[in-house]
């Protein structure tokens, strides 16, 4: 219920086309000094800025390397390294270095329950302080900074604040000679006939197995009849051996033995998996609307050829008005950093500008923060403009399995869902297993 709070905040800056009057989140001309001067020291240094924008096709990618170039040029003692890495990749780095409590200056972050373990190991630094400087903060649509909030003290930033879609490429789906799906059980029609014209039904990203996990739990908010099912079972009322998620994992399996994804899909990583479609290798693709600038400004979406639609209902169960919902991966410092005062100053400099940068990108679909302008006047795809449509939609949701429960239970899950995409098991014995790490580790 917050997270639908924190959407419903977030379409006041969308819009539907019209101009969004918010907090002008660019903090004024990219030229101007964050610091205030604060960080005048002349002494070189050099702050490690890990991130997940390894693509250099995205627009975030774009927009990140041009603020760094802002900000090295006015700071001309400080060198900004970039780290980018793909999520899996900077989860298992993250990992490594924080065992050995060598964080990098900035690090990634996912919300809640996988903060939760680096946030007792006390390694970050908390922000409290640097968010108040030039009204920060207030940039931020209402709610999203609790998700990286412990004990009143926030120490992340998050880039985005998203909900789950499918994307189709209309040509595609005109030639196989299908429709756009309005339950589980058409797209899985619809998959079929796909495949049997030739035509690649559906792509994913699996060797990074948080996307498998996310088609999966769309299924599972479907099955349960509506959100909770993970927070039932945390609180005694469910376990995982409940008929709807043995549902889900069913459907699940129907989906991929009906041929829904591409061969070897556990090879491909999250961007390898995203470029088939980009490049109009497939005619369906489910992922999280943070994924709405990098189509648009790919080939794919020449002469408005890309389209997007609700995950459906499954089995007559489920309403399509509720989405996974994702508050996005966050920006936290190193409690230990070296330069601690100046990778605070860059930090903040980044997320001051990083709203109006991401516009003018065509990235600015579903980030954290409010945007001061006219998505359809700047030129964004009626696509795109769809996508914020979908935002005045949701009535409530889910979050991810990685953001609710415990690490060694969501390793589990994980590694089930993804071998799902190499054998067909049966429903009932996945879900045992998965109770019974549960119980092992809670």
């Not at 907090?23 to 964050?34: E, K, Q, R, V, W």
């Not at 060598?102 to 302080?129: C, G, H, K, Y």
């Not at 979050?399 to 690490?407: E, G, I, K, S, V």
Request: with cysteine; charged share 25%; proline share 3%.
């Amino acid at each position: 219920m917050a997270m639908t709070g924190v959407l419903a905040i977030s379409l006041s800056a969308c819009g539907g086309g019209g101009a969004a009057t918010t907090n002008n989140a660019a903090g004024g001309d990219t030229g101007t000094d964050s610091s205030g001067g604060k960080s005048g020291s002349t002494e070189n240094i050099t702050i490690t800025f890990q991130n997940i924008y390894p693509d250099a096709s995205d627009p975030k990618n774009q927009m990140m390397k041009k603020i760094v170039e802002q900000y090295e040029k006015e700071h001309t003692n400080v060198k900004i390294e970039l780290d980018s890495l793909n999520t899996d990749q900077q989860k298992l780095k993250l990992k490594t270095q924080a065992a050995s409590k060598e964080v990098p200056d900035i690090t990634v972050v996912n919300p809640a329950a996988q903060m939760q373990p680096f946030v007792d190991e006390d390694l970050f630094a908390p922000l409290n302080d640097m968010v108040e400087e030039n009204g920060l903060k207030d940039t931020f649509q209402k709610g999203i900074l609790d998700y990286y909030t412990f004990d009143g003290n926030l120490y992340a930033l998050p880039d985005g604040n998203n909900i789950g879609v499918v994307f189709y490429n209309k040509k595609l789906m005109e030639e196989g000679g299908v429709k756009v799906p309005t339950t589980f059980e058409e797209m899985v029609d619809a998959v079929k006939t796909l495949k049997g014209k030739g035509i690649q039904p559906m792509v994913i990203g699996e060797k990074d197995s948080w996307t498998g996990s996310f088609l999966f739990m769309n299924i599972l908010l479907r099955t349960n009849g509506g959100p909770g099912f993970l927070q039932d079972v945390l609180d005694g009322k469910k376990t995982f051996e409940d008929q709807a998620y043995v549902d889900a994992v069913q459907a699940f399996e129907n989906l991929v033995q009906a041929g829904a994804f591409q061969d070897g899909a556990t090879s491909f990583d999250y961007n390898s998996g995203e470029n088939l479609f980009k490049t109009g290798k497939a005619a369906m693709y489910y992922m999280g609307s943070w994924a709405t600038g990098g189509i648009e400004t790919a080939e794919v979406s020449k002469d408005d050829n890309v389209g997007v639609f609700k995950f459906p209902t499954v089995g007559g169960k489920g309403n399509a008005d509720e989405f996974m919902l994702a508050p996005g991966s966050a920006f936290a410092i190193s409690k230990n950093s070296k330069h601690l005062d100046e990778t605070k100053d860059f930090l903040n400099y980044f997320m001051t500008n990083f709203p109006k940068e991401a516009f003018e990108a065509k990235g600015a679909v579903g980030i954290a923060q409010n945007v001061d302008g006219d998505f359809k006047a700047a030129g964004y795809s009626d696509m795109a403009m769809n996508v914020l449509d979908l935002f005045k939609e949701v009535k409530g949701g889910d979050l991810a399995f990685d953001n609710t429960m415990n690490p060694a239970t969501t390793q589990v899950h994980l590694s089930g869902i993804q071998g799902l995409f190499v054998e067909q098991k049966d429903p009932a014995a996945v879900a045992k297993e998965l109770q019974a790490a549960y119980e092992e580790n809670k």
